[in-house]
């Protein structure tokens, strides 16, 4: 017989599958309404560094002085060589290729995951819902991991994460049922055999490895553009198909105790660490779960009791969508548990070594988080609907029609409240066309040092400028064309990741603290050894360097004795 390799199939009354072409439409509605609802900050954060490696890749005379903090990120990903591709394949300008490959990831993730409800959720409306929640959530943190759900702008992630969705996704297709399964047990408890109508659609022959063949292939091709996340995509990926054994238990125990002996033999093995790394490493709070906040401790223990109790119902349910979701309920529990012991066993300011705290295990949690939202939305749905079937009160059944309509709304509405206050100076939606109209003072300074400014020229500016009130962390480099000294708050990250850096980084960091109430003699003490000929600084520094440039916000200064 041939079996299924496609979702289950079975619905009940009331839940027939919406046909394709609607989903067609749905999803880039959803894509469009989300980037109307979040934003775009294509060089803010994260943003601005991929963005200037594409810019050195297109142009590699760019950047001149400290280049290695624009391109150390390219040798492990292939993001900058992609879309500078896509540049010279299309004669578009850089900016668009941006928008374009931003809206693209939009999709690809409401795709996956639709392809993830598909498989988890019968009604059509409850997935609808899961949907619009994940847009809601779009740009909510990631506990204290110093992540989002999604960013406001385009990096690697953008395309690791719905490729690491998908690949879930296929990891969810069910296992054939023997004795060794979990969805036997299910089986036997519901009283369905092997050739019961039910199962047999959603049966798997032995040979038929597809779907786990096209999980390898995304899980590939998300490693191509962010190893790093790819890599905690394969940790869920295993726990999940190791979730369908009945022995889970047992398998789950052998995985966490080899995570456990690997940091152990990672850590043991890692060299002593010189002053200029830990200084690097310290920078990066979020790689500490004692730095955290309290509210950001809630971020890891609040989803997986979510998923906890939304695993109680789908266990006291028997139909294969709800066996499925048990299982990424129980997948998604057991390595966010995995990841959360090796971090505190491993990860502490006072080691000699922090090569397990630099591999950042909690970011797994950003999958965590995605399928929690996904069916978080679908089951608060699926109640409504339920209650309102039991219902004879018409205002009742009214109510509890629009409840959830009502709930995403004011959701959405929050979200897009904190994402005005956290860019209040820049446009919500900063498209090509208006690059150059950015209210952003801090932008403007930067535009005009891109115009006025030689090529080869080095600017200095206080090394938490992306920090300040109003300049929305915009960042220099992509958008000045021009090099700069390395900063706290974006390079040292670079540095933090990657050791080798430390050393200029810290030389860098220290020459620009404070550097706009520092007096003359002092900047220039510090910033003319490392050949700094600009400076930016705030508009009331005091100063006798020339400022050609004062917005009332920021100068721009010539460095001169």
């Known amino acids: 017989m041939q079996y299924s390799a496609t979702a289950p199939s079975v619905h009940s009354p009331g839940q027939q599958p919406w046909p394709r072409h609607l989903w067609a439409s749905i999803i880039p509605a959803l894509a469009i309404l989300t980037l109307l ?39 492990f990903s292939v993001f900058a060589p992609t879309l500078a591709f896509l540049v010279h394949l299309t004669h578009l300008p850089l900016a668009w290729i941006l928008l374009l490959t931003n809206l693209f990831s939009l999709w690809l993730t409401f795709f996956a995951a639709h392809k993830i409800l598909q498989r988890t959720i019968a009604n059509p409306i409850a997935q609808l819902a899961g949907l619009f929640l994940l847009a809601a959530f779009w740009s909510i943190p990631i506990a204290g991991t110093s992540l989002l759900l999604m960013d406001p702008y385009v990096t690697g992630r953008s395309l690791s994460t719905p490729l690491s969705l998908l690949a879930v996704a296929f990891a969810l297709e069910v296992p054939p049922t023997s004795d060794n399964s979990v969805f036997s047990t299910e089986a036997r408890r519901s009283g369905e055999t092997r ?45 999940l198909r190791l979730t369908y054994l009945r022995q889970r ?39 500490f779960l004692s730095q955290w906040q309290w509210f950001e401790l809630l971020g890891i223990l609040g989803p997986i009791a979510v998923l906890y109790a939304l695993l109680r119902r789908f266990r006291a349910r028997s139909t294969t969508f709800d066996i499925a979701a048990a299982t990424l309920c129980r997948a998604n529990i057991a390595i966010g548990c995995i990841a959360t012991l090796v971090v505190l066993l491993f990860a502490h300011e006072s080691s000699r070594a922090h090569l397990v705290a630099r591999m950042q295990p909690l970011r797994v949690f950003l999958l965590l988080y995605v399928v929690m939202t996904l069916l978080l939305g679908a089951v608060l749905t699926q109640l409504a609907l339920e209650a309102r079937a039991r219902s004879r009160s018409t205002t009742t059944r009214a109510a509890l029609a629009s409840a959830p309509i009502l709930i995403l709304l004011a959701l959405s509405a929050t979200m897009f409240y904190v994402q005005r206050q956290t860019f209040p100076a820049s446009e919500h939606l900063e498209l090509p066309w208006l690059a150059h109209s950015n209210p952003n003072p801090w932008v403007q300074a930067f535009l005009w040092a891109r115009n006025n400014t ?93 400022c050609p440039y004062n917005n009332g916000t920021i100068k721009v200064c010539r460095l001169a004795p």
């Open 454 to 546: 030689p090529p080869d020229a080095l600017f200095a500016l206080d090394t938490k400028y992306v920090n300040e009130d109003g300049e929305d962390a915009q960042t220099f480099r992509p958008t000045a064309l021009r090099s700069a000294v390395p900063d706290f708050s974006k390079d040292g990250g670079e540095a933090a990741i990657t050791p080798q850096l430390a050393d200029q980084w810290l030389q860098g960091e220290n020459a620009q603290r404070n550097l706009s109430s520092e007096p003359d003699t002092t900047r220039y003490a510090l910033l003319h050894p490392l050949g700094v000929t600009w400076l930016v600084l705030h508009a009331n520094a005091n100063t006798a360097f020339p």
């Open 249 to 287: 238990h047992l398998a789950w125990a052998i995985l966490a105790a080899s995570a456990l002996i690997l940091a152990a033999v990672l850590q043991h093995l890692a060299p002593t660490e010189s002053p200029a790394i830990v200084a690097a490493e310290a920078s990066r709070y979020y790689w």
């Open 195 to 239: 050739s019961s109508p039910r199962q047999r659609h959603v049966l798997l022959p032995h040979s038929d490895i597809r779907p786990l063949l096209y999980a390898a292939s995304c899980l590939i091709v998300a490693a191509a553009f962010h190893p790093l996340m790819a890599a905690y995509a394969f940790g869920l990926v295993l726990v």
């Open 37 to 75: 609802l979040n934003g775009y900050h294509p060089l803010a954060e994260d943003g601005g560094l991929y963005v200037a490696g594409v810019q050195y890749t297109l142009n590699p005379t760019l950047f001149p002085h400290y280049t290695i903090f624009v391109t150390e990120h390219l040798r």
